[in-house]
């Protein structure tokens, strides 16, 4: 099988051609009757209707596989733990791994959690586990309406919402713990931008206050989403707003979401200074242009053949053809502005184009080669763009197939990593809070290379050090160095005791127990199924590390005061 790049390459390639040619000979489109109008919008509810549900099963089959929240979210946990000690009001620092980080993070999303669980029979970790879930499957429907705004036609906004909700990028990282944040950024991103593109091109009191408090929330919830708003912001200003309207309806959002937000920029910048806000702001090694993405035309992460990125594609040629610039020049922004990895962003640009790439492209490119196949001659009976009540059934069953085939591996196809604590883990977890000092600085060595469930919620379960963080080293400086480090330490994992001394002592590192959990790495680089296996029978035999636990989800040993670093 070609990857998921040279596949899409492959495709658009060789139907580049077709498309051009398809939308010099098809006729433009024609004048609805009243049933036609009335179909479509039935066929756009029934999609639509399909896209929420099968949103929500994606979703919630991967969540409920696990008994704890996914992946990450031992940052905001301890946050909101923080918050609700601090009887709300904003801390100094956060508690997190007792690394001094500044609590100056979005708060919006830590602000709802500490309610719902002082309001309802909710703990905390039911609270990271599915409020995320709840606020993203919210997005397919507010993303909807984006669509139906922005894309004239209905049947295209219909399918344009299927596609968002299968895509890999618009649930993978919302739905784990640390969508917490993410997923309600989104959610007010997708709102605020809905609500100025109406402002735009309607005006009205309306959207302009609906414009400027989406925005406020999208601010107040997460920093990559903030970015995602301003940037897109002036994209849709550029298209719709060049106008003296369009500039002071503008202004007064900017101006609206900077009031707004004032509480929370402007007490952390009192406290903190700028110095939080650069480093987090900093591009943490990753390049200005995703380029391998955009050379393989990777642009959905999709696990097997990728169906929906070919989609993406035909919207891509379509929109060339037509000179309709604005969507393909709002993705490459996103590809080369957002400082991660841009595919959670451009889910929602992948989305649109994807569903004009539908309506526009492959349902004529249908209906040609069926007219051409039963000996047609002329295209007259060739219904227009959209026109869903005429379409042929191999049409309809091709559509189908692709909804299908989409929904099956959204489900299939999600990555390792995306699992949780086990509770045979957490249980060790619970015997480090309860039986080690407080002052202990603990190695966490799992084998996995990029980041691991174990390293973000070891802090926040135990309220004891990681001695290697990454987390919320963002906040602080030094991240790059620091994901260095941590990569160096989890290839001891496979190694001896010599290779842990030696790195603490190239990296000036102290610490005083070492953790191991039993399980397989999420990252495999072991040739073992087990975790550190070599490690932990190295440990077991040398004098200098002393046993202290032995259950079912980790292996925990001491350092011996002889033999701690300085």
């Known amino acids: 099988m070609l990857p998921s790049g040279e596949a899409n390459r492959c495709l658009c390639m060789s139907t580049e051609r077709m498309v051009t040619d ?10 609805a009757t009243k049933n036609e109008v009335a179909h479509r919008d039935w066929f756009m509810a029934l999609t639509v209707g399909y896209a929420l549900l099968a949103g929500l099963c994606v979703r919630a ?16 946990y301890a946050m909101v733990q923080d918050l609700k000690a601090a009887r709300y009001g904003l801390p100094l620092y956060t508690s997190y791994n007792l690394a ?9 999303a830590l602000y709802l959690a500490a309610v719902l669980s002082d309001l309802t029979p909710l703990s905390l970790l039911d609270i990271f586990r599915f409020l995320p879930l709840a606020v993203n499957t919210l997005t397919i429907a507010a993303f909807f309406f984006l669509a139906r705004a922005m894309l004239s036609d209905r049947t295209a906004a219909g399918f344009a919402t299927l596609i968002f909700a299968l895509l890999p990028g618009s649930f993978r990282f919302f739905i784990v713990g640390g969508g917490l944040t993410r997923s309600l950024g989104l959610l007010f991103a997708v709102l605020t931008l809905y609500h100025l593109h109406e ?3 309607r005006g009205g009191k309306r959207w302009l206050l609906l414009s400027i408090l989406c925005g406020s929330c999208a601010v107040l919830s ?5 970015l995602f708003v301003t940037y897109s912001s002036l994209f849709f200003w550029a298209v719709y707003g060049r106008s003296r309207q369009g500039l002071r309806s503008g202004l007064a959002v900017a101006a609206g979401v900077l009031a707004l937000t004032a509480p929370w920029w402007l007490t952390s910048l009192l406290r903190h200074g700028l110095g939080p806000f650069l480093a987090a702001t900093a591009r943490n090694g990753y390049g200005y242009l995703d380029v391998r993405s955009l050379a393989q035309l990777n642009l959905t992460d999709e696990q097997s053949l990728p169906v929906l990125g070919f989609l993406c594609c035909l919207g891509i040629l379509v929109c060339l053809a037509e000179r309709r610039y604005f969507l393909p020049g709002w993705l490459l922004a996103v590809m080369i502005l957002q400082s991660r990895d841009p ?6 640009v992948v989305a649109l184009l994807a569903g004009i790439g539908v309506t526009s492209a492959l349902v004529p490119l249908l209906e040609r080669w069926r007219a051409g196949m039963a000996g047609r001659s002329g295209l007259e009976e060739l219904a227009p763009e959209g026109a869903c009540s005429r379409w042929r059934p191999l049409t309809r069953g091709v559509l189908v197939f692709v909804a299908l085939f989409a929904t099956i591996w959204a489900i299939l196809g999600y990555p390792a990593n995306l699992q949780s604590v086990s509770r045979e883990e957490e249980q060790a977890m619970a015997w480090v809070a309860e039986n080690t000092p407080e002052s202990s600085k603990f190695l966490i060595v799992t084998g996995a ?19 290697a963080p990454v987390q919320g080293q963002e906040w602080v400086g030094g991240f790059i160095d620091r994901v260095a ?6 290839k001891c994992a496979n190694e001896g005791v010599a290779c842990i001394e030696s790195w603490a002592s190239q990296t000036h590192t102290s610490f005083s127990h070492v953790f191991l959990p039993k399980r397989q790495a999420v990252y495999q680089v072991l040739p073992n199924d087990e975790c550190c296996w070599s490690l932990r029978e190295a440990l077991r035999a040398d004098a200098r590390y002393q046993l202290i636990y032995d259950g079912p989800g980790a292996t925990v040993f001491r350092r011996l005061e002889a033999f701690e670093m300085p």
Do not use: C, K
């Open 199 to 201: 402002l735009l091109v």
């Open 485 to 490: 480090q941590d990569a160096q330490l989890q």
């Open 22 to 31: 398809l939308r010099e000979v098809l006729p433009g489109p024609m004048r």
């Open 100 to 108: 001094h980080i500044p609590f100056t993070y979005p708060p919006l």
């Open 343 to 348: 595919r959670q962003e451009n889910s929602v």
């Open 222 to 226: 997460h920093p990559e989403m903030a």
């Open 449 to 467: 290379l990029g980041g691991d469930m174990t390293f973000e919620w070891f802090p926040a379960l135990t309220g004891r050090a990681n001695a």
């Open 61 to 76: 089959l991967l969540v409920l596989s696990s008994d704890l929240p996914l992946y990450d979210g031992g940052l905001f």
